[in-house]
């Protein structure tokens, strides 16, 4: 025994026992089992014969009896029995071997001569399964499900081991292997090249967590014959010097056109030394037969090619037509049947399908648990079994429909997980015409109807949040969550899940990327959530659930300082908006900030194309929120429009009473306290000039802004107030008008910007703020 690395996911077992070998059993510690073919394409086992004769077994590494030691070594042991003759016992021999293998990339896929293999890498917490065949194949806490594509049948791993199929979970790989095929595997035109595809979704299941592995398989198919016929046939010619005039191909001595050649996806090529042509298997002109090997069902193709030559020897000057009719019948090949379930549980009726067969195999009888039935007695039953052919006359399959109700049907009620199970046990009878040669084929197929009610869906809103409560009344969850478009996975419900005794429910905010912005109005978004529970085996949706709400927001703010701010959110009816791509009515002033949803806007009332007009005592400014003129036609946009108003004059009444103090109150004290003055380079007064600016050049009308900042006082009482600003030529800062200091009661902050002063006037002149009205005077 070696192990054969350049095959990277499997040992070459290899045994000279001779042309007399015979099956081979193989040992697992305490339990011999013998490998039968079907068993050894489901477990990972392929055979040949070498030019001497010798048995050549080949094995997976992740074979169903080999010893997995962390995936990084693996152990088999094997056991070979010689068939000895009448006087003598049969010869066995025990042998083993270990393998190491590493290191693994994420998805490796195998294709032997009799299944393909898919191992995916897996999750570090999962738990290693066990890889026997019958075993329960779950991990500890999780419920494992297995999803074909593209058919989305759903199976347990004992319905799919019971169809052929392999699945198991070593300490870090899901592994997945299927004979060629199966039921579940379809061909695919990749390139040119036939290919075999298995595609599977693995979910693992634990209440609200559901975590999903795909694994798909793709393996070439031999689905080609080819036939060499040499160019140069020496015991024809006398001499090598002649010239190929005319080559032509046939099928049953019928020359073909290049038009009829190309129709059947026939090839010939003319080479140096070769006249090479090629037929499709199945293509027309040929035929498929059906045979029995062990009950198993084989069929082969037939063709009989023609080729037509014509050459003249240039020495003899003479010339030749050379005609060939050459039959070729390919090795048999594995056609299981398979026995396809189109069963809808709600309609109460077994769908099967058996196929698919060669036109000359007849279904002859089926046989129950309880009874054997002919075609004619199974339709006198009411089980409609019908024989369909493939569009092409080529192929037929053996439909028929069960009732639940029938008495051949075995039902199960499971009342704790609210459901019943049908199962009904058959085996097909068949014979192949002319040899009446017989053979069977036996299933099992189940089908379960839920007696469950489906869950309830509620929701409401408060100023910020959804609130969804799902409740399942009394019954184990057997769905799972999609909010939004994201699945209710483990952190998700961490965040956002309060959990009762039969319900559960989701709290989630009006802005949260799984919600989606239906209108915005001027002070108020419109958000919607919409809630699936789906089934997680086939994804069908058991209930939908749509909330939707305003919310009151502020999108414009409008500030004392001349700033405003405005909030673009992006709704449903324009997914392809990027909201970074908006501008205001200047396309030079993009937003501030932006992400896939929002763009937020911060300019003052003077820039960025706003525009002002006075209505009566009030200045209205006006912006406008848009995208590029050639984007804007593109996504079919409309603008969003923005406005703040100002009242240009108003007279304020304030009403005061007093009355006498019952109690003594603090008197007012005085003391020092620290004013930091700074000049801002700009309006929105991010930055600031430092002392190595001064002096700063400033031209007449161009403003100054300053910020003032009370800095050591932890009363949070006292506020600063500025009465006055002005501006001299001189070094001294208190010429002129000074501020004073008044408390007020109700602010916490201690911070007041100073109002812009604008030196419009040359020579000395004092700058001050009476009753909001800034007052310039020359000195």
Known sequence: IICQMPYRLFCLLMAAVGIQAQQTPSINDTQIINLTPGLATQCGFSFKFDPMGNAMLFASLQNCFSQNMDDK???????????????????????????????????????????????????PQWTCLQSRLGAEAVASG??????????????????????????????TRLVLRSPHNAEETYLQNVAGVPMRVLSTSTFFEQKWLVTRVDATAVCPTPEVITWYMPKHIDPLFSSDAFTMLEVYMGIDAKRLDIEEMAARNYSVLVTEAHIIVEIPVGAVGGYFKSHIQDDQYFVTYTIEPMLELLWIEEVAHENTSYKVLFPITTPPMARPPQVRNYTVPEQAVFVLELGTFNLDVELLNITFPTMVLTVAECNARGFNVQEQRSPDNTLKTFRMEVPFSDPVVFKERRAEQGLTTFTLQLIYGLVIFPEYAPFSHSAVVDAVLLDIVPPSVTGNCDQENFHITVDYRNQEPFFVVLVGKRLLNHEFAQQYLTEGDTDFTITLPFSSPDAVFESVHSSSVRSRLDVALLNPYNNMTIKYFSLACSFLKTLTECFSNGTMTALAVKVESAPGLNPGQLTLSDPACGPTYSDARFAYFHFTVNSCGTTRKFINNVMLYENEISLPDELEVKLNATTLKVSCYYVANITRTLAFLTRPRDKPFAETGTGRLMVRMRLAQDASYNTFHQEEDYPVVRYLRQPLHFEVELTTSSDPKVALVLDHCWATLNEDPMCGLSPDLHPISHLWEILARMITCLLSLSGPCSVSLERNVCCIKRL
């Open 73 to 123: 070594m693996f152990s088999l042991v094997m056991q070979f029995r010689l068939p000895g003759n009448h006087m003598t016992e049969d010869s066995v021999y025990r042998v083993g071997k270990t393998c190491s293998y590493t290191p693994w990339t994420s998805r490796e896929i195998l294709c032997d001569r009799n299944y393909m293999e898919a191992s995916e890498q897996s999750m």
């Open 142 to 171: 999780y419920k494992m499900t297995v999803v074909f594509s593209p058919s989305k049948n759903v199976m347990n791993v004992d319905e799919v081991q019971r169809k052929g199929y392999a699945i198991a979970n070593t300490p």
